[in-house]
């Protein structure tokens, strides 16, 4: 029996004056899949993302999340609903330590909110905080540098870092923008096993974007391949390979 559909985008298109970024895209991912997607550089996936968490509105077409409809929504909103997400180009607060990097991701989730927990309002509630943060640091390997600054960490240990900040917010739905990029082959090898153990013990949903074609097809359960802002194939890994319009547009002979 197939699980549920979780996220239902239906004809999601963005228009930057008389550019198309995403034109009338439709997908379903179904609840605890990780779903792949793959193009060539200004295929439109980070648009799709954007359109997904709110940071960019849709020009027409529509998103739903269970049963709510996420159109329009802030990113603010959208976190709140359960959908968080990771950048392309990484977005930390760089002045921070780690610990507070996660620690303030939490407050999107607690019921004092950011400025009580910073002025120490609910002590209770801020050590739980605390707690939670440590936890996630070290599910990513980097409890014993929890009070560095993250501007000083690698590019690997910050993608890892807004994995732990991303999962800080308890979302159904982790969206993942390019998480092997700056890793060498050892760590991207790594990253498949520890996309799946955090799938399976938070009990998540996840897509991924991602260029390193050999870890996706080993990592996803489905792929679905963007060109020029349109999807031309949805499908299990080894269909998606074999089809003709996704070789000519990126995989190549």
């Known amino acids: 029996m197939e699980a549920p559909v979780l996220l239902?985008?239906?004809?999601?298109?963005?228009?930057?004056?008389?550019?198309?970024?995403?034109?009338?895209?439709?997908?379903e991912v179904r609840r605890g899949e990780i779903f792949g997607l793959i193009g060539p550089n200004g295929?439109?996936?980070?648009?799709?993302?954007?359109?997904?968490?709110?940071?960019?509105?849709p020009s027409s077409g529509s998103l739903n999340f269970g049963n709510q409809n996420m159109t329009g929504l802030s990113p603010h909103q959208v976190a709140a609903s359960g959908i968080s997400r990771t950048f392309q180009n990484i977005r930390l607060f760089g002045p921070l330590t780690a610990l507070e990097n996660v620690k303030i991701a939490q407050h999107a989730r607690t019921r004092a909110g950011l400025w009580a927990g910073v002025f120490g309002r609910d002590k209770a509630e801020?050590?739980?905080v605390e707690l939670r943060a440590w936890e996630l640091l070290d599910l990513v390997g980097l409890s014993d540098r929890a009070g560095e600054q993250a501007a000083n960490f690698s590019y690997g240990d910050q993608r890892r870092l807004e994995i732990a900040r991303a999962l800080a917010t308890q979302p159904r739905v982790l969206l993942l923008d390019e998480p092997a990029a700056g890793m060498n082959t050892a760590e991207k090898g790594a990253l498949t096993s520890f996309i799946r153990e955090v799938r399976d013990r938070f009990d998540l949903t996840v897509m991924v974007i991602e260029h390193h074609v050999p870890l996706v097809m080993?990592?996803?359960?489905?792929?679905?391949?963007?060109?020029?802002?349109?999807?031309?194939?949805?499908?299990?890994?080894?269909?998606?390979?074999?089809d003709p319009k996704v070789i000519e547009a990126y995989l190549g002979s």
Do not use: H, W, Y
């Open 126 to 128: 801020e050590r739980r």
């Open 8 to 27: 239902d985008a239906r004809q999601l298109t963005r228009r930057f004056g008389g550019l198309v970024a995403v034109n009338a895209v439709s997908f």
């Open 43 to 57: 295929a439109g996936k980070t648009t799709l993302f954007n359109l997904m968490t709110g940071l960019t509105p």
């Open 218 to 242: 080993n990592l996803c359960d489905r792929v679905a391949v963007l060109n020029f802002g349109e999807l031309i194939a949805v499908g299990d890994p080894a269909s998606v390979q074999r």
